[in-house]
């Protein structure tokens, strides 16, 4: 008798679950850092984050949060003005297509991890930017060579950036 009401509840419940609520979580961009992450708001509307790391470091720069639409029963879409871009679920809802950008799902935990390792290679990058800037305006300036010291300032941020997961800060070589 137990078992048959476990079995019902489960077939119960499993016919009440939202469909939409597959999307739910966070996606990474594949081979990148970026993550978007999908939720639901206290009014059941579905809501993409689509740059958490923007959002975090730049709150005011630009809009990263959209509100999702349902196109089908099971399919939300992202409208782009006049029109709506579908999300295309992979049948074991581990892959999500957006045109042509694939997003492999991630746990939260990677998904932070990610994020805070982006931001962390963002300011060294601004760091390293700042530095170079003002030793490239030194030398013009005084008109002194100062290349040894910034080769080894391009050394020393080679060096951090190995510290921080998949961070490259771009530094040009001569």
Known sequence: MR???LTLTIILFS???????????????????EILKIYKNNENNYLVNIDIAKSIVMPDVGKTEYTLIKITKDTLG????????????????KVLQLTDRTYLRVNENSAKTIVKNDISCSKLRTQYQDEIGKMQINSLVNQI??????????????????????CNIRIESN
Do not use: C, H, M
């Open 3 to 5: 078992k048959i009401f």
């Open 15 to 33: 016919t009440f679950s939202n469909a939409y609520d597959q999307y739910l979580g966070y996606w990474q961009f594949k081979n990148t850092s």
């Open 78 to 93: 992202l409208k782009d003005g006049s029109t709506v871009i579908p999300f295309k679920l992979s049948n074991d809802g």
């Open 145 to 166: 060579d100062n290349d040894k010291e910034i080769n080894q300032l391009k050394i020393k941020y080679i060096r951090l950036q190995t510290d921080i997961q998949n």
